[in-house]
């Protein structure tokens, strides 16, 4: 029969077996934790980069529907009016387009300063 010291000698040796095979298993699961922060970060890294770019495309496609389509659409609806007289309808339809145009613009400058401000607030 074995006694207690043989039962402890043994219990030792057993855990320290099982330390020695644990501890590659450890290393590698150390370097697979150590690369997995890696790829945290670097996605951390892209999904920043994804949001200024779609924070950018939000901006020229509002620039788009706010003053370019807007701009366009002024201009066509201008060229309905052709029973007037060219000189006189070209003169005050230039003037009326150049003045839509530069109220479209200041409309979008004030929209963005708005988010602007909205952003730093």
């Known amino acids: 029969m074995l006694e207690k010291k043989d039962l402890e000698m043994i219990a030792q040796v057993v855990s320290e077996t099982v330390k020695e095979i644990n501890k590659p298993i450890y290393e590698r699961l150390d370097r697979v934790d150590s690369r997995l922060d890696s790829m945290d970060s670097r996605l951390d890294n892209m999904d920043s980069r994804l949001n ?3 924070e950018k495309v939000t901006d020229v ?12 659409r002024i ?8 029973s007037r007289k060219l000189g ?3 003169k005050v339809q230039s003037e009326k387009e150049m003045l839509l145009i530069r109220i479209t613009r200041i409309e979008n400058e004030i929209r963005q300063i708005k988010q602007r401000i909205g952003e730093i607030a």
């Open 52 to 54: 200024k770019v779609e």
């Open 61 to 72: 496609q509002m620039t788009l529907e706010n003053e370019t389509n807007k701009s366009i």
């Open 75 to 82: 201009i066509a609806e201008g060229r309905l009016d052709l």
């Open 88 to 90: 006189d309808a070209l």
